[in-house]
């Protein structure tokens, strides 16, 4: 199985054209489980307000010649701060799926994080970029409320296959209201299923008069600390979680000697009335004082969001939707060009603002109000 | 009379959904009614946005199995803490009418609050929810400004059919504004009438000119807090007063011993312009300190609603116009799978801010901004 | 001349749906005349919005029986606290004009100041409504920019047909950029002028190269502090100042014993971009400290602003467009269902939010949303 | 070559107007690049809104009469603080592109800007308006990021020519995302080209595999201070410099001696999401601290406007978009109307606020709504 080349659609200037052209390509059902949030929709909505509500106080005169965008993460140099975030089923989107989004991941020099949901296997993901020269890390995601041997056993996979990192996703012990999902009538396309997680659906158990079928049975799986201080443990991978929306718990993973912390609201689809990742963002970087690296996603869509995001304090970020329209536009190609785009448009960010590199840049690049 | 039961109709996701079907299936002038507020509906309208408006920062990776919605209220366990409000002239909405809200009530586990100005006799009503077997506590709602024979009376007639405690709305010593509902033009329907209010209808007096009809008429009528102490001296029910929005109010009903507090102000039906039930809330909670029960009304939909009224002192919650508008779309049924879509999402709600029972829900939980 | 009584049409259930009759009724220009405002309308909207984002915090079970809406002014006692504000060539809205209004004030108690640019002579107004018992005060409202010898006339004029106070408006030395009025291409109709300006058009000056013809000519005429002076030594009747919007001028105000103070920004037709008149009023009252009469106008559209303005420090508030919508609508019968419908709203607010008198209302029923 | 005296179309009434009526009248990729900004053009709405949000308090009864407009720059005294930004190839809006808006600028005494990518040679635009009686300063806009070789040239062109200051540009060390003019297909014109800059497209150099065209090719020429400093120490112009957003960088060019500053986020059309100008302008004015000439430009379209610029501390506005309108509706009749427009308004805002001289304008008028 290799990602087609394909060509690119005319009058892809921006994310959002890619949004809107999208749009066009996925049938209702896959637009409304990709690009649809929990509840009303308001955290998906603040998300991105909450970047564009930021500003920036740029600096005049100063050297950026020969700057760069390059930055640091577990020992390695990557050539700019944009990951690829977890997406399920990327198969519903194009036929290519993950291995198209990993092969530009790739190409363009971006970290690519697989889902454990994802619609092709590991394996086969992992083999067709080994070899790109400039390819970006790895990692693969997972969730704990599975059972042990199997987690285990899909680490094991993980680490053979050359993924460099686990992330777990911590914030959706159950699944947020997702109401234009549900609108939508969702059910996965024949030959579309999460390649790894084959007869792993659990059984609901017998509940009794006046039991909760999600307290009393489903959340009976719910992961606590333990679990993850468990995973650490068994494997020789870093070990991020994803996630993260309070100070405390920013604490908690540093006490626990985590490897990193993703900044998340799982883009709006778990819980709705979160507050906007840009607006915790800067009391966990606080929290957490450089102990670790710090990502975070959602709502990104321009290189100033990005510029903004390591103002605030994250070392990296990741974009979700953006590069799921990508690949229904145009497969491989579609994604690269979206992380191009936002690359671009991160360099030319960063030059009007007056900085050379992401070390230069802290929150006194924000604008205060006040 | 029996409420029948009725399929429900296609396409019900949330409470958004059942207003908007509901409006389809109301005439205009009960549509007016029931979801027309005073003035120009910037209370109204301001309840939902205040709800809106604060959010959750959620806690990650907390024990939340095996946890709970339910609540005690007055002696009595309830399984979660969404009451239905009370409504006048439901059979305006539904044939069944205030029957069919109350068995709803009763099978889905909700308190429910009885208006005095019922379409169906309070009687009729205990009778065909009393065998039910996890249904949650009847209250009977009055209004003070009639004679105290005729209170009496109907306090009597509450106590022996089994109604638990008695709710006296306080907010609307006269009508308000009710610009909408004047412009449909509301009259009830044939058939349809305040059942224990026959022949109570006050004659005007005669005025002198330069007399106003309110201040030297109506408003002779006017309850005083002289009028709640009678009140609390004649029933061995519990007595709690609905519609306070000022702590100082609260604290002269903590004063005077009576045994609970709705924050309310009338769904926005009564003075235009009044801060959202969200907003004076927590200064309520804070006068009351915890010295009897607070509920509070006005603008709830989500789950997440829910859980941010306990977040701000709140012991329970009570919704209106949704369980209306359930009981227009599918009778009983509808009420019934309105209360259910709302507990569901508070439970959901506290899954993932991982809280696993009401009692560790607090201000902690909601994230300031600042 | 005598005012038509006129019947009500149908649908009008408070100013602002006289305000959109009225629209239909009125031709283009007379429409752009009374209802734009200078430039982008900015202060003309931020007025009405500022009394509209104030919030009240009732108080519940207070007594409230035969309470009323009186005030007292300049030694008289008013029916309720709402005056029609002086408005210019009222019979481009109805043929009846100025003495409609006159008629429909005294009828309904409120006091009426009559613009220098009146339709109608102030002698025909002022015998016309002398009989009417119930009415409220009569005032004069005039422009300084004139020769003394022709104002002394017109004083002269107001003081033998009987009006009781003086208003002069200081916030026009020039008129303000009413682009909207421009657009309609706006000229007075035939039949139409203001009868006691007869002649009164000045000539303009010669200019030399570089001049301005508004500083170095119709400014020339622009009064000041001392002019205000020469009026009041030269006429027994109190005089007010309207168009105050610092507070500094309301501490000269006062120190030169002027009578009364209305605040105001000409209803946005001036300067646009001026704070909304509710912004600061309250800045002036604390400046005036209850040395004299606060009126205050602009953007009052319900009973629960007018309930605002006295909580702000007002004495008394003017309504201008909205009674010229109900003139458009129906005459005299017309303007008194507006000051109806206001003083109705008035007592339903009051009433709602538990004060039986405006004497009782201070800044403690607003809420602080702090 | 003469510019062409034209009627003014119908219709005009303020600058809004020009823009809606020019709109009509340009070709798609004229009116995509003239109007159009960087990004989602946040910038470019919140420097109009920046200006709208603030509000003005004026004082009444202050002597008015002989009050003037007039400022003093560098030496001269103006008729009047609007400018007319540096744009380039204004023949893509009208034939008579520049020429025509010196020309309008000289007879309205506006001081004009010539961009280095004028369409029109500066000789040329210099002669045809050299004899205008009134006419303001002439000066010279630059980008500092050619050979200083050229740029010297260029700059003695303009000492010859007559051009009174230089202007450079510091923000823009490559172009904004621009991302509407992108999907117009934007290209020149036939016959429209930056005259004085033939033969000066530098060629792109060859990149090694992970370089980047701009940090490690375009940004190679970008400018510093010390370029600055060079260009002062060779002209015996004034130099300003345009784009400055930030205290610290006024700060280090007021150490450096330069002229003046021009306030200015180049219209939106760079960095988007940075702040308005009128929000960093008073910082900028008190790290200054009156040592040299501040002026600013950014979505300055009302009379009100430049007031509350001065007001924040500037010495004298710029505008662009605006005057391009003009331009594009009437030529060099209608750029005059624009100026002729922006300065009655200013007039009757200052007769209007109780001011008679921009030098008795402060922060003082300026509303504080806290």
């Given amino acids: 199985m290799t990602a087609q080349l394909q060509s690119l659609p005319p009058g892809l200037t921006n994310l959002e054209d890619h949004a809107t052209q ?3 390509r996925m049938d209702e059902i896959a637009w409304a489980y990709f690009s649809g949030g929990a509840g009303d929709e308001y955290t998906l909505r603040d998300n991105r307000d909450a970047w564009t ?5 740029p600096r005049i005169l100063r050297p950026v010649a020969r700057g760069h965008t390059r930055i640091s993460l577990f020992g390695r140099t990557l050539e700019h701060p944009v990951l690829l975030a977890p997406v399920a089923y990327q198969r519903m989107a194009h036929g290519d799926g993950e291995l198209a989004s990993a092969y530009a991941a790739a190409a363009q020099g971006a970290g690519f994080v697989l889902s ?68 939508s009538g969702f059910r996965l396309p ?43 443990a068994h494997t020789r991978l870093p070990v991020l979680i994803k996630g993260v929306l309070h100070e405390e ?8 000697g985590l490897d990193g912390i993703i900044v998340s609201n799982h883009g709006g689809r778990t819980l709705d009335s979160t507050p906007a990742t840009a607006a ?4 966990i970087a ?17 290189g100033t969001d990005v510029l903004k995001a390591i103002a605030l304090g994250a070392n990296a970020v990741l974009i979700g939707r953006p590069y799921v329209h990508g690949l229904a536009n145009a497969g491989a190609m579609g994604v690269a060009h979206v992380i191009r785009l936002l690359r671009d448009e ?5 030059a009007l603002s007056g900085v050379a590199t992401l070390e230069q840049v802290s929150a006194e690049l924000l604008f205060r109000n006040s």
Avoid at 53 to 57: S, T
Avoid at 249 to 256: C, F, K, M, Q, W
Avoid at 286 to 302: E, F, S, T, Y
Avoid at 346 to 350: N, Y
Wanted: aromatic share 6%; charged share 20%.
């Fill in 22 to 24: 999208a749009q066009t």
């Fill in 53 to 57: 509500r930021l500003q920036l106080q």
């Fill in 116 to 183: 454990m949901q994802t619609s092709v296997a590991m394996q086969t993901i992992a083999q067709a970029v080994q070899a790109e020269p400039a390819r970006g890390p790895m990692w693969f995601q997972l969730y704990m409320h599975y059972e042990r041997g199997f987690l285990l056993d899909l680490v094991r996979q993980a680490e053979e296959a050359g993924y460099e990192a686990l992330v777990v996703t911590v914030d959706a012990p159950t699944s947020g209201v997702r109401d234009r999902e549900r609108r």
């Fill in 190 to 232: 024949d030959g579309v299923s999460a390649v790894h997680l084959a007869q792993q659906y659990r059984q609901s158990r017998q509940l009794e008069p006046g039991q909760s079928a999600l307290f009393d049975d489903l959340l009976l799986a719910a992961p606590g600390w333990d679990d993850l201080a468990w995973l650490k």
């Fill in 249 to 256: 718990d920013a604490r908690i993973a540093a006490g626990l």
């Fill in 280 to 283: 915790v963002l800067p009391r």
């Fill in 286 to 302: 606080q929290a957490v004082g450089g102990r670790m690296p710090l990502l975070v996603d959602g709502g990104i869509r321009r």
């Fill in 346 to 350: 991160l360099e030319i960010a960063m």
